[in-house]
């Protein structure tokens, strides 16, 4: 019997519409089922990025899995799909689901559909700050340094708060 191969990948949710926190929830269930959710940060707000809109919840999971980047690429994309993510137009807009591949362990993917790692991550406080909390030490495949040098480098002067 051959062995499938397990990558773990750092997720990022964020949204701003409806009751994230029930949202958060109902999609980490369904990711759960796409292999095993090892980590996931505190809850993060963050003011909206690339347009004018209500505050952003975001979290980060690590999740292990045995499927390929794309197929859990396919699999994210039907459980935003399921929660009632509608994707309209192009350009940032407010939403009540997005959920990012953000790294994969030591893997760099260039496709039309994936990019990994995601290639505005080290622009993003939003994204650096809860990576940092539970994948500090994770490398950037492409910058070479990890995610703790890309927070304390990061110039995005954008208020992250802690959601208690």
């Given at each position: 019997?051959?062995?499938k191969?397990?990558?773990?990948?750092l997720?990022?949710?964020g949204?701003?519409?409806?009751?994230?926190k029930?949202?958060?929830?109902?999609?980490?269930?369904?990711?759960?089922?796409?292999?095993?959710?090892?980590?996931?940060?505190?809850?993060?707000?963050s003011?909206?990025?690339g347009?004018?809109?209500s505050?952003?919840?975001n979290?980060?999971?690590?999740i292990?899995?045995?499927?390929?980047?794309q197929?859990l690429?396919?699999?994210?994309?039907?459980?935003?799909?399921h929660?009632?993510r509608v994707?309209?137009?192009?350009?940032?807009?407010?939403?009540?689901?997005d959920?990012?591949?953000i790294?994969i362990?030591?893997?760099?993917?260039?496709?039309?559909?994936?990019?990994?790692p995601h290639?505005?991550?080290?622009?993003?406080?939003?994204?650096?700050?809860?990576?940092?909390e539970?994948?500090?030490d994770?490398?950037?495949?492409?910058?070479n340094?990890?995610?703790?040098?890309?927070?304390?480098?990061c110039e995005?002067?954008?208020?992250?708060?802690?959601?208690?």
């Open positions: 019997m051959e062995r191969t397990k990558i773990e990948a997720l990022l949710l949204a701003n519409m409806g009751d994230v029930k949202t958060f929830t109902h999609a980490i269930a369904e990711l759960g089922e796409l292999g095993r959710i090892v980590s996931r940060s505190l809850l993060y707000s003011p909206s990025w347009f004018e809109a505050d952003f919840l979290q980060v999971l690590i292990e899995t045995e499927l390929s980047p197929e690429l396919n699999n994210i994309l039907n459980v935003e799909k929660i009632g994707r309209a137009g192009s350009g940032y807009q407010s939403r009540i689901i959920i990012d591949i790294l362990k030591d893997t760099i993917i260039k496709t039309k559909e994936l990019v990994v290639p505005k991550m080290q622009e993003r406080k939003f994204v650096l700050v809860p990576c940092n539970i994948a500090a994770w490398q950037h495949p492409v910058l340094c990890s995610i703790s040098d890309l927070l304390e480098k995005d002067s954008s208020i992250i708060t802690k959601v208690l």
